[in-house]
């Protein structure tokens, strides 16, 4: 049965803005979009959203729904009372561009400075070989749907622009860290993980994990390991001396 | 407006949309030493490709070492109903594996066999197991892995950034004119070669798989620019689409779950599928549960069970179930995996499944059946090109995936999909390069006049006070679409549609949208509106024109196949006067080497 849901939407742009009260009827088993496109349609024609799939499968409409960051085609209002009031306001952690819609090319930049991929030659018939169990742990990060409410959670940068500069963020780390297990590939990244990417800043309060809805597990299978990966590198001094006497691996170092 | 106040930017090639076509066009484009941009309306990643999931169809034998090219050819074929271009579905079939391997080498980690290969699956009307796949979000997987390729080239992206115009100099293009989303500000490219990617028309549809951008624009501009559109009659509607809770209708339910094991029940628990086999598949379709269940395990001694025929006839045999008041609950079939697999083997093959019935449905696939029926989900017809290079009759312009027509027929079977967007973006994207240097020296002109249309154009709808919504324009067209032209078609209702076509055309020339040019779905809306009402009326003059059914073409009128029909493609084109006409072409005639793969053995 349909009810009225009483919504407060941010609305404004750069130069600041407020929330607006709504009155919209919805429907069983609608999501929280299914409202907002409903108040676009009928109420406020101009009213800026992100949104693409609606499935939960591109991670365009990530928003702040009651202060917790999420999908909002994933976010059902069957997990509201009738008589809440929901408010969506936009990602904090990015500059608003209008309404609900945050300029995320901070997300874009980082992705530029991770070196790409580069992996052994094919075998003798064109083909790579790898195991199963191998991909596994690479395919895990490769879920990322790159929605970046990991990043706007994120307190490294949430409140700390200066941050930004030197620090790309958990969906990043998931990248370097997919990188670093790879069975193919030659380079080896620990060293940026450290210096341009600043993992070190991170300090493993699981905020990413939390709000991730693909349900990665960011900070235990690729943070902790990846600060562990570049750690050994730095101060073990068995394997500093490996390295001096036999190369531990055959990757080149970026 | 002077051209000095106009951002204005210059490259060899333009490819428009940054699906799985466009970033292969862009890096194909880019490496042949072409300066390419990649222009799309939404976030890079977010493209329709994105949220494919079963997997990319290639004939590489990792799992069944008999599969070959030209097996994968004739399924292809036999699955358009051999409306296919002959060409393209042989250019299709012997290059996908090198194209799935090339995603292997910039980082895409597929699911594996036990000798480390390539893992590949089952998928209608395919003979063998041959869709290259991780888990169920293959799309992703494939996009995300072309778009770091294309990050890593170095490739300029123009996100959020729609074009509404393709300009011309004379009988070439010239490039294309736009606006930025978020600022609403206009965008000019000169460009002697632009490729467009733009997808399909899905929206035009209540009940659709399809995402937002899929407002056939690269449709509409093609036809603009003087470009043809071949078959646009021949719409998919996919046979799973989910149909509870309301607000997900239409969301997509991969056909992996068949591939996996999953079959199709009525309301008295039938495998109903075995009754709808048609004479041209009875030769290779199981007609026992027996038979069938063995299939899996053994494909040389049995034939495919009847839920792996191609989606066209699955489809048609859920909405004959539901009409004769067999569906489910919510006017849907029951799709049941979860009393054929254990759920360990559930949740590994169709994670995404798995989550988005929990999270959207509360429906435990592991331990009920899914409701599922019909929901439209891509178009077959598309831009006419050559096959070799993509391009269309345009010097310039070039076309490849969904948007480009010929290569599937009149039915697409799944997994070809990815499969095409890799093959054909690369070749547009390799020939629209080579296409700009070899024109290097003739250098093409902008001419102001053009310009000046398309921004006045884009603006119009800000000038007019108390028009019409297009949000409830947007309904309406896709009420008529959905009741007139849908999955079966009559010509009482087709001429119908086309009446009320015309009147939302009128009424399409009075919008009013609130607010300014900042980030403005409103605004965005009322331009996409026009292309959506261009493929609209481009689907029902072909529909009606076509007295026949054959794949995604169903006449309720024409029920046969006819094979009179067999060799005709239906071109659309803007005549002079910028109306729509129709004139019948004959299909390229295959050669004979290849006409004997489908010979009776």
Redesign the interface.
């Known amino acids: 049965m349909g009810y009225p849901l009483s919504m407060r939407l941010w609305r404004g742009?750069r130069d600041g803005g407020a929330l607006q009260d709504f009155t919209v009827e919805v429907?069983?088993?609608?999501?929280v979009l299914?409202a907002i496109h409903r108040v676009?349609?009928?109420q406020?024609?101009?009213?800026?959203?992100?949104?693409?799939?609606?499935?939960?499968?591109?991670?365009?409409c990530s928003a702040e729904i009651n202060g917790r960051s999420r999908l909002m085609c994933?976010t059902?209002l069957s997990d509201f009372g009738h008589e809440d009031v929901i408010t969506v306001t936009p990602l904090r952690a990015f500059p608003v561009?209008?309404?609900l819609?945050t300029?995320?090319s901070y997300n874009?930049v980082k992705?530029?400075e991770l070196p790409?991929?580069a992996?052994t030659p094919?075998d003798a018939d064109?083909?790579?070989?790898?195991?199963?169990q191998d991909?596994e742990r690479?395919?895990e990060f490769?879920?990322?749907?790159?929605c970046f409410l990991c990043q706007n959670t994120c307190h490294v940068i949430r409140d700390h622009e200066e941050n930004k500069p030197a620090f790309a963020g958990p969906r990043f780390f998931l990248r370097y860290a997919e990188?670093d297990m790879?069975p193919l590939d030659t380079h080896d990244r620990r060293e940026l993980a450290q210096s341009a990417a600043g993992i070190g800043l991170c300090n493993i309060t699981k905020c990413c994990t939390e709000v991730c809805p693909e349900n990665i597990k960011i900070t235990d299978n690729a943070i902790i390991p990846m600060k562990e990966r570049v750690v050994d590198r730095k101060y073990d001094p068995l394997v500093w001396l490996g390295t001096k006497i036999r190369r531990r691996d055959d990757r080149t170092e970026l | 407006m002077s051209t000095s106040e106009l951002e204005t930017h210059a490259y060899d090639v333009v490819v428009i949309g940054a699906g799985g076509a466009g970033l292969r066009a862009a890096i194909a484009s880019h490496e042949s030493g072409a300066r390419t941009a990649i222009v799309c309306k939404s976030l890079l990643g977010k493209a329709h490709t994105v949220m494919a999931e079963g997997g990319i169809a290639a004939a590489m034998g990792n799992v069944w070492p008999d599969d070959n090219w030209r097996v994968h050819f004739r399924d292809t074929m036999r699955g358009g109903k051999m409306l296919n271009h002959w060409r393209m579905a042989q250019l299709h079939a012997q290059e996908a594996p090198d194209r799935v391997l090339e995603l292997e080498e910039w980082g895409a980690l597929f699911d594996r066999t036990k000798d480390g290969l390539i893992s590949q699956r089952d998928f209608g009307g395919h003979r063998y197991a041959r869709l290259a796949h991780v888990g169920d979000r293959t799309g992703l997987e494939m996009i995300r892995t072309l778009q770091q390729r294309a990050v890593a080239l170095g490739i300029d992206v123009f996100m959020e950034c729609t074009v509404t115009k393709l300009l011309k100099d004379v009988d070439r293009i010239a490039g294309a004119f736009g606006y930025w989303r978020d600022s609403g500000r206009f965008v000019m490219f000169e460009a002697p070669a632009v490729v467009l990617a733009t997808g399909g028309i899905g929206k035009s549809y209540r009940v659709t798989s399809n995402s937002w951008e899929y407002t056939g624009d690269g449709h509409a501009l093609a036809l603009d620019a003087g470009a043809s559109l071949v078959n646009m009659e021949f719409v998919q509607f996919h046979p799973t689409g989910m149909v509870w809770p309301p607000s997900v209708r239409g969301i997509l339910v991969t056909e992996s779950v068949r591939g996996d094991g999953g079959v199709l029940r009525n309301s008295e628990g039938k495998r109903f599928m075995f009754d709808y086999i048609p004479e041209f598949f009875k030769g290779e379709t199981a007609d026992s549960e027996a038979e069938a269940d063995r299939w899996y395990e053994d494909k040389k001694n049995n034939r495919r069970p009847p839920e792996l025929l191609p989606r066209d006839e699955v489809a048609r045999a859920i909405n004959s179930e539901i009409k004769a008041g067999r569906g489910s609950p919510h006017d849907g079939i029951f799709l049941d995996i979860a009393s054929r697999r254990d759920a360990a083997f559930i949740q590994r093959r169709l994670p995404s499944m798995y989550h988005q019935f929990k999270e959207l449905a509360d429906v435990d696939i592991t331990a009920e059946a899914m409701e599922i029926g019909p929901t439209c989900h891509y178009v077959m017809g598309g831009v006419e090109v050559d096959p070799d290079t993509g391009v269309s009759v345009v010097p310039g312009l070039y076309a490849a995936g969904e948007v480009a027509g010929g290569m599937h027929g009149s039915n697409r079977l799944g997994g070809n999909s990815l499969s095409d967007l890799l093959v054909f973006g690369r070749r547009a994207g390799l020939h629209a390069g080579y296409f700009a240097y070899r024109h290097r020296r003739r250098p093409v002109r902008v001419h102001q006049q053009q310009v000046n249309a398309a921004a006045e154009a884009a603006v119009a709808p800000f000038a007019q006070d108390g028009g019409e919504n297009p949000y409830t324009l947007q309904r309406e067209l896709q009420e008529v679409m959905q009741e007139l032209v849908g999955i079966i078609r009559t010509e009482d209702e087709l001429t119908e549609s086309l009446r009320k076509l015309a009147d939302l055309r009128r009424r399409a020339g009075e919008l009013s949208v609130e607010g300014h040019r900042q980030y403005n779905p409103g605004w965005h809306l009322a331009l996409d509106l026009p292309n959506m009402l261009t493929v609209s009326e481009c689907i029902a003059m072909a529909a009606l024109e076509r007295t026949e059914s054959r794949g995604g073409h169903t006449r309720e009128d024409f029920p046969g196949t006819d094979e009179s029909w067999g060799g005709i493609n239906l071109i659309l084109t803007n005549d002079a006067g910028g109306e729509l006409s129709l004139q019948r072409q004959d299909l390229p005639r295959m050669p004979d080497e290849l006409h004997e793969l489908f010979e009776v053995k």
């Open positions: 742009d429907e069983e088993g609608e999501v299914d676009q349609a009928t406020a024609g101009d009213l800026a959203v992100r949104w693409n799939c609606k499935a939960g499968k591109c991670g365009s994933m059902r561009v209008r309404d819609v300029d995320v874009y992705a530029r790409a991929f992996p094919p064109g083909k790579r070989r790898m195991m199963q991909v690479g395919q490769r879920k990322c749907i790159e990188l790879h």
